[in-house]
C-alpha cells in the first residue's frame, strides 16, 4: 500500500489522534515508525493504523519539536537530562495501549521523548548505551563495555511543568519489599532470549517487565546500507519458523514499489509455500505447547511429523530453517520435479496426525485445566495492545491479514479465518490446530493447478526502487508482519521497518496475565506464540 | 466449565480423556514396535540410508567444464554482491597470448565458508554460470583458517560421501529410515 | 517355596557358633553385609531404572534412545554416572551452606530407609517391624525436608518456589497415601511387611483380588498418589524444568544432584515396590487353586514376582508421566484435596464394612 500521510498541527496532534480512533474507527495502531527524515525535516514518527471492521488503513506523520530538557537552573523534577535537546511528541499509548512498547523503541532507537509516557525506558539497547544508533548522523563506535549494565529501577517520564518547561520526574518500577524473579534471559520456556522480570506473590503475578533486545541485531539499521536483493537475506533470520512469509512482505513493498508483474506461477508456488511454513510453524507451536506443560511426547509426535513438512519444503528450497526461496522478481528456483507428489502425500499424512496431537494433549483435561482461563484478553483489549494473528482470533477479532488485504492467490481459494471466542489459552491452541487444516485445504486447492510460466521475472542487476512510502502486510505465522519502506530512489532502502509480529504479543503479557500464577506464565508465553529474534530484529 | 458439569460428571469426562491419551501413547509405543521410530542414526548411516536434499546450500564451488577448466573471469559481482564480504577475488590483467586483448585472470578466489550465510546472491549475480552451490555438508574443520577455501586452486571431486551429489539415499514423506545400513 | 531366611539363619549360625563370636560382633558383620547389599541394590537399580526411563520414554515418543555407548546404548547409564561421580562438585557462595549440604543426604535418607523395607523374596524382608507400614510411611517422607532444604538453602528464586511447591504437595497427597495404606492393613490385619505378603498367598490371596473394589480404588489411588509423592510427571512440579529450570536442584552440581537423581528414581521405584507388595501380593506368586498351575508359580522364586510386578508398575508409571501435562500447583492440591481425600475416606469406610460383613474372598 502506498502511504499518502496525514499531517496534523503540533498542538492537535493528540486530540486528531483520538478522533481518528473514536470517530473514525482506527482502532489498531499497526505500528509506530521512527524516522530520522533527514537534516530538513527532522526527526519524527509515522503511525500506520487500521480500522479493524473495514479494514482500511491510513497513516500520520508527525515531526517532532526539540527543546531544552530542564530550566537551564536548578530542576525541580530529577534532572537527568537537563541540559540536553530532546526531540519530543506528545504520546499516543493511553489511546492504543500498544504503543508503550513502539514509542519506547522509537525512544532507544531515535531519541524522540514521548511527553506522558510513564516507562521512557531503552527497550532494547543496554541502558549505559550512549547516543541513539538509528539517527543518520550517528557516528558507529568500536567501543564497547563489558561491565555489568547497571539497570534503572524507575521508568523515566517526561512532561512540561507549569512554566513551559521539560522536566523529568521517575516512576517507581517496584517496591521495595517486592519478590522480583527473573523469567529468562537464559530460560527454558521461553524460546530464546526473551526476559521478563516478573514481581511475584507467592505463586501469583503481580507484573511483569518484558526486557528485549538479547538477539537485536539491528537489521533495519544495516538495511540502510544494503542493496535491495542483499536486504532479503536477513529476512529469513528473524522469526526463523516465518521465513516464507517474511520475506515475502520484503519482497512484496519492494515489488509494489517497483510495479513488478508476477506471473501466476509464481504466485501459486508462493501461496503454496507460505502455507507450507505456516504448518511448520505451527507445528512446532502445538509442540512446545505441549512441551511447556510438561508433555514432552505430544511435543516428539509433533516434531516427527514436522520433520516431513521440512522435507518437501527442503526438496524444493535447499533450507529448512533458512528458507531462501523468494526474490525480488519471483523465486530462486523452480519447484522440484516431485514437489506435487511429495505435497500430495504429506497432505494425506498430516491429516490424521492433527487429531493425535488432540488425543494425547490438546483434548485432554489436564490441558483443559491448564489452558482454559489462562491469560485471558478480551476482543478490545486484544485490538488495543495490537494482539495480531491466531492469538487475536482466538478472542474473536477478525484480523487474518490474508482476507483482509489478500495477496497472491488467498482470494481465490476456499478457506475459512478461524476465529473462537475463548479470549485464552486454549482458544489460541485451537485456533492453530484449525488453521492447519485449513493450511492444507489451501495447499490441497492449489496444489494441483499449478500453471506454467516464469518462476523468475528478469530485473535489472541493479534494482532501484522509485521514490515514496510503501507499506506491505502478509499473516505472518503468529500475527502479521509489515514492511514499511521509504526509498528515496536509491539502490538502498532511506529506511525500512518491520512490524514484528511478537513485539505487541509480549506487550500484551502484562494485562493478560496479572493475577495468574507463574504456570500460566509459562503456558501464555507458550500458546501465545512468541518467538524472540522476531521481536528483537 | 467447572460450574455446569457435575462432580462426578467431571470425573467421567476427565477420566475418557485421560484414557484416550493413554491409548494413543499406547498405540505409538507397540506399533509398528521395532519400525515405527523416527530417530536417523547419523553418523552411522552417513554412507548408506542418509539422504540430504540436492538443493541443500553445503558450500560454495567452482563449476568446472569437461576439461578441468572453470568460467569464472574475476568480474567481481559476487563479490560486490555478498553481504558479508565472504568473497575475495584477486587478479591481475595480461595480454591473451592469440588473440592480443588484454583480459582480467584470476589468481585467487578466496571464499570464507566461516563467514558465508548461503544467500545465494553470489549465484544469482554470477553472469557466467561459474559458481554453484553443492549439498556437501561435512565441512567442519579444526582450524578456522582452513574454512578459507581457494575455489580456483582446488579440483573439487564430489562431496565427501558417496553418491551425495544426486541425493543420496531415496527418501519419502511420512517414512523415515532408522537403519545404519 | 524358596525361604530365604535359610540362608540368613545358616549366616547367624555360621557367626555365631562356627566362628564363636559374640553377639556384637555378628550383628555388627550382619548389619554391615545387609547395608552393603542394601547401597548396592540401591545403585544397580537406579541404574537398571534410569536405563529402562530412558529407553521406555524414547519408544513412546518413537525414538531410539541411547544407541552410542556400547550395544544399544547398554553402558550409557555408566557412563553418566562416572561423568556424574567426576563433575566438580561448587557450594553456591550465598547459599546457607548446611542445609545445602545437608539436603542431598537427607533425600537420599529418606530414601534408602524406605527402601530397606522391601520385602525380596520369602524371608528376605530387611526391616520387618509389627509397624512396619507405619514406619515406612514416616521414613520416606524425611525426603520433603531434604527437598524443601534444598530449595530454601540453594538462595535461588526458582528454588524457593520449587521447595514451596514441593512441600505443600508430597505433604498433601501424604494423606492419601497413608488413607490407602491402612485401606490395606484393614483387611491384612497386620502392619508387618512380611505379614501382609504372607496375607496374600494362596489362590486369589492377592489383595486387589480379595478386597475387589475398595482394594482396587485404593490401589489407583495409590499409584497416582505415590507418583505425586515420588514428585514424578504429571505431577513434577517441584521440577518443573520449563517453569523453574530445574526446581530445588537448580544449585547442585556433581553427586549433590546425583542424589536427587536417584532418589527420584528410587522413590519411583519404591512407589511401585510398595504398591506390588500391599496391592499384587509382593513375592506371592500367582495362585489360581488348581495344584498344577500353583506349583509351577510357586517354583518361579520371590524375588523374580516381586521385581516383574514392581517393574510392571514402574512401566506403568513411566507410561503415565510420558503421556501427559503437567497439572499447575492449585490443580494438583484440588485433585488430593477435592477429589482423592474424599475418595479415600469413602473407601476406607467401604473396606471396613466389606471387611466386618466379611464381604471380601476368603
Known sequence: MKLEFLSFDYDKFAQEMQNLKDKKGFDYLVTIVGEDFGAEEGLGCVYILENSNTHERCSVKMIARTKECGDGMSSNGTGEMDGQMIPYLPTVSKIWRVADLLEREVFDFYGIVFIGHPDMRRLFLRSDFKGYPFRKDWQFNDKYTLDDDVEPDYGLEFYFDKDGYLQTKQNKLFDSDEYVINIGPQHPATHGVLRLQTVLDGETVKRIYPHLGYIHRAIEKMWEGMTYPQTLALTDRLNYLGAMQHRHALVGVIEEAMEVELTDRIKYIRTIMDELQRLDSHLLYTSCVAQDLGALTGMLYGMRDREHVLNVMEETTGGRLIQNYYRIGGLQDDIDPNFVKNCKELIKYLRPMIQEYMDIFGDNIITHNRLVNCGPMNLEDCINYAVTGPAGRASGWKNDVRKNHPYDMYDKVQWEQCTLDGCDSMARYMVHINEMYQSLNIIEQLIDNIPEGDFYVKQKPIIKVPEGQWYYSVEGVAGEFGVYLDSRGDKSPYRMKMRPMGLSLVGAFDPMLRGQKVADLIATCAAIDVVIPDIDR | ?181 | MFDFSIVTQWFDALLRETLGLGDFLSILIECVLVGTAILVGYALIACVLIFMERKVCAYFQCRLGPMRVGYWGLLQVFADVLKMLIKEIFIVDKADKILYLVAPILVIMGSVGAFSFLPWNNGATILDFNVGVFLLTAISSIGVIGIFLAGWGSNNKYSVLSAMRAAVQMISYEVSLCLCLITAVILTGTMQMSGIVEAQTGPFKWLIFQGHIPAIIAFFVFLIAGNAEANRGPFDMAEAESELTAGHHTEYSGMGFGFFYLAEFLNLFIIAGIAATVFLGGWAPVNIGIDAFDAVMNYIPGIVWFMGKTFFLVWILMWIKWTFPRLRIDQILKLEWKYLMPMCLINLVLMTVVVALGLYIK
Open chain 2, 1 to 181: 466449565m467447572e460450574d455446569n458439569k457435575s462432580y462426578f460428571g467431571e470425573i467421567g469426562q476427565g477420566l475418557k480423556t485421560l484414557a484416550i491419551g493413554m491409548k494413543t501413547s499406547w498405540k505409538e509405543y507397540f506399533k509398528d514396535f521395532f519400525t515405527n521410530k523416527s530417530t536417523e542414526q547419523y553418523p552411522e548411516n552417513r554412507k548408506t540410508t542418509l539422504h540430504v536434499a540436492k538443493r541443500h546450500r553445503g558450500r560454495l564451488v567452482f563449476k568446472r567444464n569437461e576439461d578441468g577448466s572453470y568460467k569464472c573471469t574475476a568480474c567481481t559481482l559476487c563479490e560486490k554482491a555478498c553481504p558479508n564480504g565472504t568473497i575475495k577475488i584477486t587478479a591481475h590483467m595480461a595480454e591473451d597470448p592469440e588473440t592480443g586483448k588484454k583480459k582480467k585472470v584470476l589468481d585467487d578466489y578466496a571464499y570464507d565458508l566461516g563467514d558465508c550465510m548461503f544467500c545465494q546472491l553470489c549465484t544469482n549475480a554470477c553472469n557466467f554460470d561459474a559458481i554453484e552451490f553443492t549439498n556437501d555438508f561435512e565441512n567442519a574443520v579444526f582450524d578456522r583458517s582452513k574454512l578459507v577455501l581457494h575455489l580456483n586452486q582446488e579440483v573439487y571431486a564430489g562431496g565427501s560421501l558417496p553418491n551425495l551429489l544426486e541425493g543420496g539415499a531415496e527418501w519419502q514423506v511420512g517414512k523415515f529410515n532408522t537403519k545404519t545400513k
